[in-house]
């Protein structure tokens, strides 16, 4: 399975609304993960099955999705948020990853 | 503190060999499967491996099946990639990773604990 995020990189500013969105190549039902990966860290997960929020993520994440679109929103965003974000299916090995959506001041 | 901590990786030639380990902490080992996945230079995340916990059955990525063997030992929370016959594009840092349920294959699964990983250069 394919997937496809878009877009790669985006300029935001603190405060802003951030949306990524990630398309699959075929219908993955509302299995999608979303992770955050800053240069040097462990990568983190935010979002599993779409849209619920994993434990200690803060609010103004959230996804939304079903099928084959999957979006993740950044609402107010903050100095801790630029990061590069991915998505990734997980109804069948191999887990594919987006390709990333880098998200800078 | 649930904790995972990669080793083992360094320079080696094309066609060389090396084993990663990731030693984990925190957690019952051997009820969660466990993930490998790597980026390489300037590239996003690939998955790349994945062994169930307790039954030790494997998941191979295209690009590395019949080189890579994920294994753990369950005895000493440790999990491995015998990583063989290197090429130049598996240069990359190795993250090790758990996931949420024993069976690797679990649609709900995701990969909650991550450890900051392990760079291998193949050059």
């Known amino acids: 399975i394919q997937m496809t995020q878009s877009p790669s990189s985006l300029s935001a500013s603190v405060g802003d609304r951030v949306t990524i969105t990630c398309r699959a190549s075929?219908?993955?039902?509302?299995?999608l993960n979303w992770y955050q990966h800053k240069a040097g860290e462990a990568p983190k997960v935010l979002i599993y099955?779409?849209?619920t929020l994993q434990n200690g993520v803060p609010s103004r994440f959230s996804g939304s999705g079903f099928g084959t679109e999957f979006t993740l929103t950044i609402t107010n965003v903050q100095p801790d948020d630029f990061a590069t974000y991915y998505c990734?299916?997980?109804?069948?090995?191999?887990?594919?990853f987006g390709q990333g959506t880098k998200v800078e001041v | 503190d649930v904790q995972l901590v990669e080793s083992g990786g360094g320079l080696v030639q094309p066609g060389g060999s090396l084993r990663l380990s990731c030693a984990a902490s925190?957690?019952?080992?051997?009820?969660?499967?466990m993930t490998w996945v790597r980026q390489a230079p300037g590239k996003g995340l690939e998955w790349v491996s994945a062994?169930?916990?307790?039954?030790?059955?494997?998941y191979y990525a295209g690009s590395v099946k019949g080189r890579f063997t994920i294994s753990r030992d369950n005895s000493n929370n440790t999990l491995f990639l015998q990583m063989n016959n290197l090429r130049v594009e598996d240069t990359a840092i190795y993250y090790c990773?758990?996931?949420?349920?024993?069976?690797?294959?679990?649609?709900?699964?995701?990969?909650?604990?991550w450890g900051k990983g392990t760079t291998v250069i193949v050059s």
């Open positions: 990773a758990k996931n949420m349920y024993d069976i690797a294959v679990v649609t709900e699964d995701y990969m909650d604990v």
């Open positions: 062994v169930s916990g307790s039954r030790s059955i494997t």
């Open positions: 075929q219908t993955i039902s509302a299995y």
């Open positions: 990734q299916q997980s109804l069948t090995t191999p887990r594919t």
């Open positions: 925190g957690f019952t080992f051997d009820s969660y499967a």
């Open positions: 099955l779409a849209s």
